[in-house]
């Protein structure tokens, strides 16, 4: 997972790497919230409509009509397509592992609104207000309050708030990022929390009234000021063995595991569970020990839990062996037909449909000083669709004399359904040239 794509943003003992775009980020945020989005497709004051409801545009409006088309598309609802599958899956394992007077335990929210507010996605979650996440850079934001989620976890403190303490979020959420086969502006999540009284947690203790989840105590690497060692070692125990359990049901019992040390602003302590497939080492998802400021804030003060959040495309293309995030839009047979009217549990590989060849097309501007490529990356998304497969900054340099900066991009174009012709591709560049000139300040070369 890159980090652009995930919540570990401040560094750990072991990982002490940011990439640049987060330093830069992190430097810049404030300047970068001034920056006026307006060439991006939108003007201040216009309304959008999302699901049935409006909204006003502003300064912070960054949503493109491209990400918008697919809001409400619920692939992860569609009954036959690998999302759907692997979210059955999940759900079976959870159904039989953990049932309460012969109920599932655990209730699952599936056709929440991606619509959140800033607070959900961030302040709820004990989100810094300057922390690099909240740049307009990496998420897409509707205006000033409203955005599209950028995790699942932007529902946990609401969803406490109604008094479960046992439940699953699944559906899609909004990151701006690079175009390659494995990063796509929208892709899916499921998450899970699971809280637990003290005498749910100490139940198979011997002596479970003498035990206690909370005491004014301090915090370290293993736990939280406010839990008891065996609050923290319990909800740790029964937070791995879900995880590792839930990945044995999905790739098989000998699976190989392991367990990183991660950082998240909503859980301590947190891990990255990593599995061992095909030869490598793959983080599958992330979690941890809940706040206990994120819990008491959602009332729930007489309780302790754990969290997880996991990535569907990135789990169907391993256990499915697909090759390009993109295929999980396609509405081509040639891959539909692969997962429909299959059993979810049956074991699927894709096998792929011939592919076609690539065009390759570099372009090259002057950049303005506010510019982004993640504005570019958009800009590619709202006029190639996806007919673009994979766009590389090749060179970048700044003119010794002028200042100005220059960046130059390659652009993969490949149809995942038919054969591209050189024209069908140099009008697609032509009119990539033209928007990004007008769009984005840039001058070509
Ligand atoms: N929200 C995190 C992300 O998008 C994933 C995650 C990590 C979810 C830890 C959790 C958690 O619930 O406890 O990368």
Known sequence: MSLTRCWRLWPTADKTVLPCRWLYASLHTSSICKKSHKKLQYSIGNTIEILGKSYE??????TTPAILKKVGTNLHNTPGHPLNHICRRIETYFNS?????????????NRLSPVVT??????????????????????????SEYMLRAHTSAHQRDLVRTGLDAFMVIGDVYRRDAIDSTHYPVFHQLEAVQLFSDFELFSDMPNPESMSLFEPGVRD???????????????????????EGLMRALFGQDLQMRWVGAYFPFTHPSWELEIFYQGEWVEMLGCGVMEQKLVDSAGATDKAGWAFGLGLERLAMKLYSIPDIRLFWSTDSGFLTQFKNKNFDEPITYKPVSKHPQCVNDISFWIPESFSSNDFYDLVRSVAGDLVEQV??????VHPKTGRGSHCYRLVYRHMEKALTQEEVNSIHQQIEASAAEQLDVQIR
């Open 57 to 62: 545009t502003d300064h912070l409006t960054n």
């Open 97 to 109: 592992a953990y049932v309460r007077r012969g109920n599932p335990r655990f209730s699952v929210y």
């Open 118 to 143: 800033h607070e959900q996605n961030f302040d709820s979650l004990l989100v810094p207000a300057n922390h690099v996440s909240r740049s307009p850079q990496d998420s897409y934001y509707i205006n």
């Open 221 to 243: 690497d293993n736990k939280q000021e406010r839990h008891t060692l065996q609050t923290a070692l319990l909800l740790e125990q029964t937070l791995k063995s879900c995880l």
């Open 392 to 397: 590389t900054l090749i060179d970048e340099f």
